[in-house]
Nanobody
Framework: QLQASGGGLVQAGGSLRLTCTAL???????MGWFRQAPGKEREFVAA????????YYADSVKGRFTLSRDNAKNTVSLQMNSLKAEDTAVYYC???????????????????WGQGTLVTVSS
């Protein structure tokens, strides 16, 4: 079970840090963040691939968002800086066990999902 937290209301240019806490161990699982804005499909934001310890980011967030994970605490975090109005969405964390590089950005590749946390960026 995954629990996402840290969402809230922030002004454009501000920062937020989202945290996803797993009730079980995250070792062996790739972890990802997705978001879904009203009326839009869920889209990939960032992910960490367990097997090669690599991080992947959507072009829209590169240089602004940073993913980190703490396997000892079973958490994965998303530091979001320089937020824009278009970052407004419900953010979801996800975990998957058998991901390959070409499927890291596909929501259907993940096995477990958190409940989502709302991020609202005011312009």
């Amino acid at each position: 079970q995954l629990q996402a937290s840290g969402g809230g209301l922030v002004q454009a240019g501000g920062s937020l840090r989202l945290t996803c806490t797993a009730l079980g161990r995250t070792s062996g699982y790739s972890m990802g963040w997705f978001r879904q804005a009203p009326g839009k499909e869920r889209e990939f934001v960032a992910a960490h691939k367990w097997s090669n310890n690599a991080k992947y980011y959507a072009d829209s967030v590169k240089g602004r968002f940073t993913l980190s994970r703490d396997n000892a605490k079973n958490t994965v975090s998303l530091q979001m800086n320089s937020l824009k109005a278009e970052d407004t969405a419900v953010y979801y964390c996800a975990a998957g066990r058998s991901l390959i590089v070409t499927t890291m950005s596909r929501a259907g590749s993940y096995d477990y999902w958190g409940q989502g946390t709302l991020v609202t960026v005011s312009s």
